[in-house]
């Protein structure tokens, strides 16, 4: 029985957590493709879709009030972005697709202009003390997203994973003026936009709760 | 020895005494060579096979290896590739090829030696990424080995050192150290290739992408074919090596052990090497390949990469839906419950010894009290006095005063003011005080 597989455990967990089922997790990966109509009918009774992406990876998407659902906070989505675009550099190819922590922090700061970083990982801090701010923003985003498996960290070694792609993929149409595109990214891929938090019930609980892994300013 | 031997050992001598009579030399400067495998690769690319090459071809071919050095002085580049032929005919790596033999024009034309075809070729396999020779190596080691196994079997004694230790440990081990050194070329070529793809693959041409993708199959067949060599070998070498090492421990045969295990450990760093390597590069080739399909197929355009760039140099204006739920019962047979021991809380220390400051009663009303009640048996009264008495009995000062206009009162109430009379008086080191003279007329009330 599927249900009572181990396996099924596992990836439930990470499923449940908003975590992705990527290729690189191979028992896991081939333990959804080979009961992949079972866990959909399965998770389609709490009102959700298990969406496997063209790159190949699983996730779940919410589509009604039946499992709770969070919005990804802007350090984290901003960070997988900067990852995202980070692996489509051919440089990337020279160390087989990893690079370490320092790296990661010299090049954001490199490559994005200081106020958007401010904004983004250190609004409510003063001058004085942003910077380190910022790199302790940046290093709990990092564990946000190894959490959900948007990338493996080893000993300071991050490998991104093919989930990564999800940012770039929402980036190239998120653009888009045409009404079906946005109302496919919506329903599709599991995006929000910033017009639509403010009235989202989801939205309001951020504001009110606590995000895991991350830290209230 | 035969004749035949005798014949073929006095020709050598003859060819070797001629090239050091002649002094004859093969110097190739760098360019030179870079030029002969162009011209190899002419010929042997040619339709038909072409025997022969033309002075204007062998410039066209020495212009783009000028352009491939970034060389811009043109007149340079004609006098170098003349003096370039001249040092490969004089070398031997290209002769004449028409009826011409002292000048050099556009009608003349060449043709590539043996010499020059070897010393192309070589170059050529050189940079080529090819686990070949390490192959050759491993197989020639294989072979020694079953010979000196076969010499093993009929090993005495007195032999078993110089035929058979010494030759394992000196022989085979130029041949491992030789391992090695391919080995180590193969990383360092690899390296090379790895440091060279991304500047592939940012030009991003249909040429350097298929080169790209040529030189990664090259790399992965090269691990494969290695892989299997390299096991295969060791495997049969293993064997030979524990035979060797029963024949001599069941004789008896001194440092049969060390050397065998020596021999062992250093095959055992090959097939790791082979392993490790195989993990890496195959590594490297899925990353190269993901980058191929993701960015260089899939967007051509880069129109993802921009986006990217302007999403990343702003904050996000969007983000996704997670879901966040707690998991299922997990559904298993056994749940170990781990008690905790729960320690009580451990609260702050209080003091909860108090310090007793002992207030005495404030008698100095009725003392007043009593002090004013006989004076007012006489017929006047004076303030200064009355409150010079109360002090003589130990009252405090300030005590005094606190209660002053309380005691002027009732003094007040014993007779009338007597208004003419305020001179100040001291009654004290501290206190001076207005004086106030009252006229009884009775007792004052207490």
């Known amino acids: ?217 | 020895m035969s004749d035949n031997q005798i014949a073929v050992a006095t020709e050598i001598l003859t060819v070797v005494k001629s090239i050091l009579d002649e002094r004859r030399q093969v110097v190739l400067p760098t360019w030179d060579i870079a030029l002969l495998i162009l011209i190899w690769n002419h010929l042997n690319t040619e339709k038909g096979l072409a025997l022969s090459i033309s002075e204007p071809e062998i410039r066209h071919l020495a212009f783009r290896l000028d352009s491939i050095e970034d060389s811009k002085e043109a007149q340079s580049a004609e006098k170098r590739c003349t003096e370039a032929i001249s040092r490969l005919l004089k070398s031997e790596c290209l002769s004449r090829a028409d009826m011409n033999r002292l000048v050099i024009s556009d009608d003349s034309e060449y043709h590539i030696t043996t010499l020059g075809a070897g010393v192309a070729a070589w170059n050529f396999e050189h940079e080529k990424f090819s686990g070949e020779p390490l192959t050759a190596i491993l197989k020639a080691f294989n072979s020694y080995l079953v010979k000196i196994a076969l010499d093993a079997e009929q090993a005495t004694d007195r032999n078993w050192h110089e035929d058979i230790m010494v030759q394992m440990r000196v022989v085979l081990n130029d041949m491992l150290v030789n391992v090695y050194r391919h080995q180590h070329g193969l990383d360092q070529q690899h390296e090379h290739l790895r440091n060279f793809i991304p500047s592939l693959l940012t030009e991003g041409s249909e040429e350097s992408i298929k080169y790209c993708e040529e030189q990664l199959t090259n790399v992965i067949r090269t691990i494969i074919d290695l892989q299997e060599v390299t096991l295969a070998s060791a495997n049969t070498a293993f064997q030979q090596i524990r035979k060797i090492e029963e024949m001599g421990l069941s004789n008896n045969f001194s440092e049969t052990e060390e050397t065998c295990a020596d021999i062992e450990r250093k095959l055992n760093s090959v097939t790791q090497w082979t392993m490790q390597r195989a993990t890496e590069w195959v590594e490297h080739h899925n990353i190269v390949h993901e980058f191929l399909r993701t960015v260089v197929y899939i967007d051509r355009q880069r129109r993802v990469t921009e986006a990217l760039k302007h999403e990343v140099a702003a904050e996000p204006q969007w983000t996704f839906e997670l879901i966040e739920e707690q998991s299922f019962v997990k559904f298993r047979e056994s749940d170990e419950q781990v008690t905790t021991l729960h320690t009580a809380p451990r609260r702050r220390k209080r003091v909860y010894a108090h310090d007793i400051e002992e207030v005495s009663i404030d008698d100095l009303p009725e003392r007043l009290t009593i002090i004013l009640n006989s004076e007012a048996l006489g017929d006047e009264i004076y303030l200064s006095r009355l409150l010079k008495k109360v002090l003589d009995e130990g009252a405090d000062e300030l005590d005094l005063v606190y209660h002053g206009p309380w005691f002027m009162g009732q003094i007040m109430e014993t007779g009338v003011v007597d208004r003419e009379f305020r001179q100040w008086t001291r009654i004290s080191n501290i206190l001076e005080i207005q004086e106030m003279k009252v006229l009884k007329n009775g007792l004052c009330k207490s």
Do not use: W
Request: with cysteine; charged share 30%.
């Open chain 1, 1 to 217: 029985m599927v249900f009572a597989s181990l396996n099924f455990v596992e990836i439930d967990v990470i499923l449940r957590r908003g975590g992705n089922i990527n290729r690189s997790d191979i028992h896991l990966y081939q333990f959804i493709c080979d009961n992949y109509d079972e866990l959909r009918s399965f998770y389609e009774r709490f009102g959700c879709n298990l969406v496997q992406h063209p790159d190949g990876f699983f996730f779940l998407l919410s589509r009604g009030d039946v499992l709770r659902s969070r919005l990804m906070s802007k350090p984290c989505m901003h960070l997988g972005m900067f990852i995202a675009l980070k692996m489509r550099d051919p440089e990337i190819t020279r160390s087989s697709g990893k690079f370490s922590t320092a790296q990661l922090l010299k090049a954001i700061e490199t490559a994005v202009p200081h106020e958007t970083l401010q904004r983004v990982y250190a609004p409510k801090q003063r001058e004085a003390s942003q910077y380190e701010r910022i790199a302790e923003e940046i290093l709990r985003a990092l564990k946000v997203l190894e959490d959900l498996r948007f990338l493996k960290v080893k000993e300071d070694t991050i490998r991104p994973t093919e989930a990564i792609n999800r940012f770039a993929e929402v980036a190239r149409h998120v653009g888009d003026s045409n009404p079906a595109a946005r109302e496919a990214l919506l329903t599709q891929r599991g995006v929000t936009f910033s017009d639509a938090e403010e009235d989202s019930p989801v939205s309001m609980d951020m504001e009110n709760g606590e995000e895991t892994g991350e830290s209230q300013d």
